[in-house]
């Protein structure tokens, strides 16, 4: 296969072969992206290349978030795993330098970290953190959200499609708009849910949010709309969870931390996806004085979490995001992105708002305007024919009708010239085939 590029004809074969014995081996409970799936054999920086030898842009995949492969990263695990790898009931010095290095990154008040292997894991810890120190139960979360997989997160993750169960200690919010008021209302909505849970004899936990509401359509402006429903759910004794795993490591340009941007210092902040670049390393930090309280009447140990091949791959992400300036380039390109899709917005109807903040950027799609109706068959179209073009994105928000774009941090001003040219002729065609 790698003498020769694959034609059309085999690499549909090829395809399909795949997805049957994945099936087969699989089951049916797994999902695939796009129309037409695709085999990724390579990753190198921004691109990724499929078993034929076609490059594609990644603009969606945050989890390698340092870049496909990225030499410093790969040579930290690389390394590591040559010497040793076990877990924290041994000491190693390797997990408390990045342990160190971590909490550098956050207000001083967040002073522990505990680690787990991905971010449901590390929501789960958060939930349990909250229960134990609040003796509490309830918890707020907003209506299209997704914070993991296990059984406590899945109630906690509408955007499965799973419904409350009767009696469920779960109170879901309308998302935040991009409206002036947005904090005004976002906190109404968070103290008519407290109000519902005193009237059920339920009392407030946490209130759990992704600090960029990623799956409810990316909303992340004006600054601070957050802070009136947290002082909310504290004057009422309860905790603010802050779920970084998508936000979070610079993702939104001139801070570390989507919570930063509302002027806001967390209870508790849960990581994940790019904290690794790909290898799967997680976790929660905390206020100390929750830890105490949760340390005096529980215990917690993850056999793979803050082992040392973790830790030395979560030290080389935190050491090129420092030295390459991934930060300040999220924040520089994406300004750039957000002007590009601005000028593109004005030469198709389709776009109503162009939301985000740094390379987080959610662009909807309305038919007939702003208080159009939500164009979800033409978003999938718009993700699918950019698949078919080799530009790589999905969608968000409770009808799917919101582009995602999410890209690598070392995404650069000509990728979004690439991306914004290609999206040009993307929404060209698919306005088309839609007959607007």
Partial sequence: MWGREMSAADEAVSAQDLIARRNRLL???????????????????????????????DAYNNVASVGHCHPHVVQAIARQAALLNTHTRYLHETVLDFAEKLLATFPAEIGHVMFTCTGSEANDLALRVARTCTGRTGFIVTANAYHGVTSALAELSPSLGLPLPEGSHVRLVPAPSSAADAGDVFAHHVRAALDDMKKSGIRPAAL??????????????????????????RAEGALFIADEVQPGFGRCGGHMWGFARHGLVPDLVTMGKPMGNGHPVAGMA????????????????????????????????????????????AQHTGGYLVKLLGQLRAQHPLITEIRGAGLFVGVELRLGGQTGTPATAEAARVVNLLRERRVLIS???PHGNVLKIRP??????????????????????ATMMSGE
């Fill in 208 to 233: 759990l949010v992704d600090t960029i509401f990623s799956s409810d359509g990316v909303f992340a402006d004006p600054p601070g709309f957050l802070r009136p429903a947290v002082e909310a759910v």
């Fill in 395 to 397: 969608s968000a928000g």
């Fill in 286 to 329: 905390a206020r100390p004085e929750l830890l105490a309280e949760f340390g005096r009447r529980s215990r917690y140990f993850n056999t793979f979490g803050g082992n040392p091949v973790s830790a030395a791959a979560g030290i080389a992400v935190l050491d090129v995001i420092e030295s390459e300036g991934l930060m300040q380039n």
């Fill in 27 to 57: 089951g049916p409970a797994y999902r695939l992206f796009y129309e037409q799936p695709v085999q990724f054999v390579r990753g190198e920086g921004v691109w990724l290349h499929d078993a034929a030898g076609h490059r594609y842009l």
């Fill in 408 to 429: 690598p941090l070392v995404f650069g001003t000509e990728h979004a010239d690439l991306l914004v040219e290609t999206l040009d002729q993307t929404l060209a065609e």
